[in-house]
């Protein structure tokens, strides 16, 4: 498994860096688009597994997320996608309410996937757009990248306290500030490299609320998963599970990272 695990990062991880960085903005929309619609599909056949209207559905409401995104190129086309999501929510649970045996549950697991992760991923979109926009791209890789390794390692070895045992069992308290601490080394090497322009100790204090954030992110994955009663979101990536295993943790991520540059402005800035 963790041969595996590194195989797959070291395959797939250069190529998706290279459309991120090399790549024009149409090439990086369709890689995101990509990306949602695979973590959307893992979402809706963990939760609702013999339903492909639902899922077919669900992955409309996202497509109308990060259309609007990729169309208006402002948070205001995100709200514009987040209301028709809500409008088809609506109009999804009265056309098939007699369709479900707990129409209100169904409403709001329709509603959650898409908002959550498509919201996330029109985030991300509109990230690119902001100055230093792929500067802030590949600090939230690394940013996140580093606290899941550094969890994971300094959890395995050093862990002994549980973090949230009833959600995951495998998670501990040592690992988690291991991975906020590799966040943080992190974070100022990749400004010493690669991104002068910024404020120092306000990257440093930002990579560690990224890293707060996305472990808040993995463990929300977690209880998803728990509650379908699946180990992981799908098998695309042998070693890492599925797509939504992989980005849980840039999820929380790109919320916290895109509204706090997009209010910040300059304020990160040398």
């Known amino acids: 498994m963790h041969r595996e695990r590194i195989l797959t990062a070291l395959l797939l991880g250069p190529l998706v860096l290279a459309i991120i960085g090399l790549g024009n903005r149409i090439a990086f929309d369709a890689l995101m688009i990509l990306v949602c619609s ?20 669900g992955i409309a409401g996202g497509f109308m997320m990060m259309g609007s995104a990729i169309c208006f190129q402002s948070p205001a086309g995100v709200a514009l996608g987040f209301s028709a999501l809500i409008l088809l929510t609506v109009v999804m649970i009265i056309l098939t309410y007699s369709r479900h045996q707990d129409p209100l549950r169904t409403m709001l697991s329709f509603f959650f996937g898409p908002a959550y992760i498509s919201g996330a991923i029109s985030m991300l979109i509109l990230l690119r757009q902001e100055p230093f926009g792929l500067h802030w791209i590949f600090f939230l890789i690394i940013t996140v990248a580093a606290a899941d390794t550094g969890a994971y390692y ?4 050093l862990g002994r306290n549980k973090l949230c045992p009833a959600i995951s069992a495998g998670k501990t308290r040592e690992g988690a500030v291991g991975g906020i601490a590799a966040s943080a080394i992190f974070s100022i090497l990749f400004w ?5 322009e910024a404020n120092p100790l306000s990257l440093l204090l930002l990579a560690v609320v990224v890293a707060v954030a996305s472990q808040f992110g993995d463990l929300a994955e977690s209880v998803i998963k728990r509650s379908c009663g699946v180990k992981d979101s799908g ?3 042998p070693g890492h599970g599925g797509i939504l295993d992989r980005i849980d943790g840039m999820i929380m ?3 916290v990272l895109f509204w706090t540059v997009h209010l910040s402005g300059p304020k990160f800035y040398q």
Do not use: Q
């Open 38 to 57: 695979l973590a959307l599909y893992e979402y809706f056949s963990m939760l609702f597994p013999k339903d492909l209207l639902i899922t077919v559905l």
């Open 154 to 157: 300094v959890g395995t070895h």
């Open 192 to 196: 010493a490299l690669f991104f002068r």
């Open 235 to 237: 098998r695309l990536l």
């Open 253 to 255: 991520g790109t919320i």
